[in-house]
């Protein structure tokens, strides 16, 4: 099972998290926020400094994916999700691209979608995939 790690101060994130859940018919996925126990955990590896710069997916070995890596990751678990997930994989600069477009938006997206404001400045959002 892969693990979804999310900022749950940003209502972007929640409400990405929540379609994730809605999406994932299988059961293949299991959620967590960034800022919990079990997210601190999952995270230990990664700089506290960079853990709210993007999303993150943890395999069952450990490995931890994030930005545009854990969309391709992610996408794979999903009913219909394998063939964005391809994608995803064949173009991983373009994807890391268009998932930190979206992150240095995720306030404005949130606002859109009627969600709360994200408490993370979104400028801080670098290229700290792993």
């Not at 926020?33 to 070995?61: F, K």
């Amino acid at each position: 099972m892969i693990t979804v790690l999310y900022d749950e101060d940003c209502g972007f994130c929640r409400w990405s998290a929540d379609k994730l859940r809605v999406w994932d018919t299988r059961g293949r996925l299991t959620f967590a926020s960034i800022q919990s126990a079990r997210g601190a955990e999952l995270l230990q590896a990664l700089p506290v400094a960079e853990r709210l710069d993007s999303m993150h997916a943890v395999t069952p070995d450990g490995r931890v994916w994030s930005g545009g890596q854990a969309v391709r990751v992610i996408l794979a678990e999903l009913p219909g999700g394998r063939i964005p997930a391809s994608i995803a994989a064949t173009l991983p600069g373009a994807t890391e691209r268009i998932y930190r477009l979206v992150a240095r938006h995720r306030n404005r997206l949130g606002r859109l979608l009627g969600q709360r404001a994200c408490s993370v400045d979104p400028s801080r959002t670098g290229s700290h995939a792993k």
